[in-house]
């Protein structure tokens, strides 16, 4: 049976001895920890000796309870097993942990932090960027080493079996879009710009945006998480083993196939998109199908659908490569994985919208109808 770990004092001779007896381990100390660490802090402020012949047992979680009572510094009358003493040298070892910093300076060290690793991903990206590019070089020069199943692989996961949930999405958007606006314009007796709304908003924004954000949580995730199990089982490192490049079979052809899909899937959905709102528009304000279809390419014209293959071509891009970028920083661990796919997804969509902001700014005077 444990001895409970007990503290006594005794006073003689003008000074007063405090005594350790007991098992001082982690079993026993478990329920008692916070009322032997009180009751030595306040022996230690009143100035005594210590005696710790009586410790029957001692371990590292007791060393460790009585070192920080005593301030981290070993008093000076001090009586001690040359056993237990080497235990609680051990402990003397143990790194102060560092005080949390409050106030202005620990916003300054969560800043320096973030900007650090903003910087590293920075150059991540940079780098995987260029290496892409050198593997581009080099299958120009070598078109038999190609990856062609890897690439249909990826089109065929990424663009063909997105087309059910990317159609269903785009004509659910086109009839709210439409059935909301028509409750507008009903008012002012402008039915027939119903037209212009929904195929501006649908064709030039809503369409690339909805895809993108559904391929970054549908296919830019999936893209992470197979990069990352991956890393977990180290087949990563076998590639490298036997001499296959990464980038060139697991990185390029998932980067090239986004690239290729998305702007299919945007031609999908804002078409999708435009028939749910053509119908919605039929059914709200009784407009003849006849009608929406000869005045759309009038209101909306061509170079808004070149815009949004544009964004679809550059969202594919992106989120290829934030996908791609962090599967590879991935550790082997299963929490890491968890961790890299979900920043990859909230990367992505971040980044999408991002780069939309930048493409409205830069065509804001295009596709605009006569």
């Not at 709102?277 to 039929?282: C, E, I, R």
Request: net charge neutral; proline share 4%.
């Amino acid at each position: 049976m444990l001895t409970p770990a007990t503290i006594s004092v005794e006073t003689g001779e003008g000074r007063r001895v405090v005594r350790l007896a007991g098992h001082w381990t982690l079993a026993v100390l478990a329920d008692s920890l916070n009322g032997l660490e009180g009751r030595i802090d306040e022996l230690v402020a009143a100035g005594v000796d210590w005696d710790l012949d009586a410790i029957e047992r001692l371990d590292s979680a007791g060393a460790l309870l009585i070192w920080r009572s005593w301030g981290r510094r070993w008093p000076e009358t001090l009586e001690i097993s040359a056993a237990h003493r080497r235990v609680l040298a051990r402990a003397e070892s143990v790194p102060h942990p560092e005080a949390v910093v409050r106030g202005r300076e620990n916003s300054v060290v969560w800043l320096g932090r973030m900007t650090l690793r903003a910087a590293l991903h920075l150059r991540d990206a940079v780098a995987l960027v260029g290496q892409l590019v050198l593997d581009l070089v080099w299958l120009f020069a070598h078109p038999r080493e190609i990856p062609l199943r890897e690439f249909s692989a990826t089109v065929y996961k990424c663009g063909a079996l997105a087309l059910p949930v990317t159609a269903l999405v785009g004509f659910l958007i086109g009839v709210v879009v439409s059935y909301l606006s028509s409750l507008q314009l009903k008012l002012f007796g402008a039915e027939v710009f119903i037209v212009n709304i929904l195929g501006m908003s649908v064709i030039r924004e809503l369409g690339p945006v909805l895809v993108a954000v559904l391929v970054a949580g549908r296919s830019g995730s999936a893209m992470t998480a197979q990069i990352g199990v991956m890393r977990v089982t180290e087949e990563i490192d076998a590639l490298a083993t036997m001499g296959v490049s990464r980038s060139l079979r697991l990185v390029l052809p998932k980067v090239l196939a986004l690239a290729l899909a998305m702007p299919l899937l945007v031609v999908w959905c804002s078409a999708a998109g435009i028939l749910g709102g053509l119908f919605a528009a039929h059914l709200q304000l009784d407009l003849s199908w006849g009608f929406f279809i000869d005045t759309l390419p009038r209101v909306v014209p061509l170079p808004n659908l070149w815009i949004g293959l544009s964004k679809g071509f550059v969202f594919g891009l992106l989120i290829g490569l934030i996908a791609c970028h962090f599967g590879l920083r991935v550790k082997p661990n299963t929490e890491s994985l968890s961790t890299r796919t979900t920043s990859s997804v909230v990367t992505s969509i971040t980044v999408v919208i991002l780069a939309d902001a930048v493409f409205a700014i830069m065509t804001r005077n295009v596709g605009l109808p006569l």
